[in-house]
């Protein structure tokens, strides 16, 4: 297993533990609001290649998801910018 899947298992294993109690403590302050439509990327996905991003030399954000991601992820990316690594 790579490096990469190792570090999105982790970040979605600590998602899939944290929303739901980030969720319920906003429910319990009146302040959840739901945006209008979902994303097409999961939380683990975004926090995933946030992580990369800074551990990239890359300057801007733009730039590393465009050139970086497909080159370094390759095949690990769909379409929609979705990974597709399984834990």
Same mark, same amino acid.
């Given at each position: =297993?790579? =490096? *990469?899947? *190792? !570090?999105?298992? /982790?970040?979605?294993?600590?998602? %899939?533990?944290? *929303? @739901? $109690?980030?969720?319920?403590? $906003? !429910?319990?302050? #009146?302040? $959840? %609001?739901? &945006?209008?439509?979902? #994303?097409?990327? /999961? @939380? &683990?996905?975004? =926090?995933?290649? $946030?992580?990369?991003?800074?551990?990239?030399?890359?300057?801007?954000?733009? #730039?590393?998801?465009?050139?970086?991601? @497909?080159?370094?992820?390759?095949?690990?990316? /769909?379409?929609? #910018?979705? !990974? /597709?690594?399984?834990?």
């Amino acid at each position: =297993m790579d =490096m *990469i899947t *190792i !570090l999105f298992c /982790s970040i979605d294993d600590f998602c %899939k533990w944290f *929303i @739901p $109690l980030w969720e319920q403590m $906003l !429910l319990e302050e #009146g302040n $959840l %609001k739901k &945006s209008q439509r979902d #994303g097409t990327m /999961s @939380p &683990s996905e975004v =926090m995933t290649l $946030l992580v990369l991003f800074h551990q990239s030399n890359q300057r801007h954000f733009k #730039g590393f998801y465009t050139h970086y991601v @497909p080159h370094v992820l390759g095949g690990g990316v /769909s379409e929609t #910018g979705q !990974l /597709s690594t399984v834990c």
